[in-house]
């Protein structure tokens, strides 16, 4: 059984740094690109970053980049997001992703159940 | 960046109707949509991936069609499972990945 499963979230003052972690079981977790999908409270998804099977690409959203990266260690099955000058608009649930490359749209076809980030003074 | 648009922003019907979700992209995203489904409290699921094909456990009710612009997401006869919030994805132009912002389908 495939299973995501956030850790990392809490409360953090604006300006702070956060690093949420993923840990993946019941695949081949080396074999996927992974994302990282936020909402904020009480409004949509939107994606933040991903990262190449090997970790040798990553991309992120406007919003994000240059304050945040992503990174995995395949030998841990392990997916990370470093949160660094965290803003109020980066309050919101954090769910780690699969992408399922097999089809051409790539969609996200599992999620874990999220992790809260809170920022604010 | 391709933006897309669902609508309606809410949908209320009752069980046993058929439900007709849209949401259309600023340019063509080929087939490359896909389609989630999420219920207070929980993690998106997904429902539709590549325009038009069920994802693994998706029952038939749900079937998804259109490509280029427009798309459509039908669920034939609701049960009251399936009030939930729908969104579309796009991964034709990326990054970044984009969703649109929505659909409530709720109990009328």
């Known amino acids: 059984e495939v299973q995501l499963v956030e850790s990392g979230g809490g409360l953090v003052q604006p300006g702070g740094s956060l690093r949420l972690s993923c840990a993946a079981s019941?695949?081949?977790?080396?074999?996927?690109?992974m994302s990282w999908v936020r909402q904020a409270p009480g409004k949509g998804l939107e994606w933040v970053a991903n990262i190449q099977q090997d970790g040798s690409d990553r991309y992120y959203v406007d919003s994000v980049r240059g304050r945040f990266t992503v990174s995995r260690d395949n030998a841990k099955n392990s997916l990370y997001l470093q949160m660094n000058s965290l803003r109020a608009e980066d309050t919101a649930v954090y769910y780690c992703?699969?992408?399922?490359?097999?089809?051409?749209?790539?969609?996200?076809?599992?999620w874990g159940q999220g992790t809260l980030v809170t920022v604010s003074s | 960046e391709i933006v897309l648009t669902q609508s309606p922003a809410t949908l209320s019907l009752s069980p046993g109707e058929r439900a007709t979700l849209s949401c259309r992209a600023s340019q063509s995203v080929s087939s490359y949509l896909a389609w989630y489904q999420q219920k207070p409290g929980q993690a998106p699921r997904l429902l539709i991936y590549?325009?038009?094909n069920r994802a693994t456990g998706i029952p038939a009710r749900f079937s998804g069609s259109g490509s280029g612009t427009d798309f459509t997401l039908t669920i034939s006869s609701l049960e009251p499972e399936d009030f939930a919030v729908y969104y579309c994805?796009?991964?034709?132009?990326?990054?970044?990945?984009?969703f649109g912002q929505g659909t409530k389908l709720e109990i009328k």
């Open positions: 590549d325009a038009s």
């Open positions: 019941g695949f081949t977790f080396s074999s996927y690109w």
């Open positions: 994805q796009q991964r034709s132009n990326w990054p970044p990945h984009t």
């Open positions: 992703a699969r992408e399922d490359c097999s089809s051409t749209s790539c969609p996200f076809g599992y």
